[in-house]
């Protein structure tokens, strides 16, 4: 079946500091990847999504590269503020799949220190 | 637009209780879904509406029944609550495109924290 593995938490960095969060995946169709972000107290919300391979999504400062031949699609930010702790979701959808289905990893908690 | 809306935002129950977890929309989304978030598990799918007057189960629905009231919203029932179903919950849309499949966006809601003593 479809599944998502990603770093396990807490990841602790200090504000300006370089960000990556590993995830990868095993899918029987094409699948759609997403990254989500969870700030505390708080539902999921869309950071950025790839719907094909070497597709490249991007949305405040992050970036994730939808890669087939390593499965992969890491999360980076090249600067992390205060601001980003949150916990980060990798997920991705197959494309055929009814009910468009997310299979989502594990989470990955983020504490930025000032 | 309030986006999705979930009620309550905590509850607490005894073993045994039943309780139902309210969900509403108001992006004309068609699909809906039931979600469920334990620690280092990340969220599992309870059931979904791919559409109004359809329901279908996901990866855990085992203890729970859903029901998908009119477009806007899809409730979540928990007859006799047990210990294993403390949890946060939390309910989302997308506008399913058909033959778009795969590259929808879900909207989640803020989530329903309880707690089956």
């Known amino acids: 079946g479809d599944s998502v593995t990603q770093m396990e938490g807490p990841v602790t960095l200090s504000e300006e500091a370089f960000l990556t969060i590993n995830c990868t995946y095993t899918?029987?169709?094409?699948?759609?990847l997403f990254w989500y972000v969870q700030y505390p107290g708080e539902g999921l919300q869309l950071l950025l999504k790839a719907t094909k391979a070497d597709d490249k999504g991007s949305n405040k400062g992050f970036e994730a590269t939808y890669r087939k031949e390593t499965t992969s699609f890491h999360l980076e930010k090249g600067s992390v503020q205060v601001s980003d702790s949150a916990v980060y979701f990798c997920?991705?959808?197959?494309?055929?799949?009814?009910?468009?289905?997310?299979?989502f990893g594990g989470g990955t908690r983020v504490l930025v220190k000032p | 637009n309030a986006g999705v809306t979930q009620t309550p935002k905590f509850q607490v129950l005894k073993t045994g209780q039943s309780m139902t977890l309210q969900c509403a929309q108001d992006?004309?989304?068609?699909?809906m879904y039931w979600y469920r978030q334990d620690p280092g598990m990340g969220l599992r799918l309870i059931y979904y509406s791919a559409s109004e007057g359809t329901t279908d189960k996901g990866e855990v629905p085992n203890g729970y029944n859903v029901s998908r009231l009119n477009k806007r919203e899809f409730s979540l029932r928990l007859e006799s609550a047990a210990p294993s179903q403390t949890s946060v919950y939390f309910c989302?849309?997308?506008?399913?495109?058909?033959?778009?499949?795969?590259?929808?966006?879900?909207?989640f809601g803020p989530g329903t924290r309880l707690l089956v003593l």
């Open positions: 989302a849309s997308s506008e399913n495109l058909g033959g778009y499949r795969g590259q929808e966006t879900q909207y």
């Open positions: 997920a991705l959808r197959v494309t055929w799949a009814a009910g468009n289905k997310l299979t």
């Open positions: 899918a029987t169709g094409y699948p759609s």
């Open positions: 992006m004309n989304h068609n699909s």
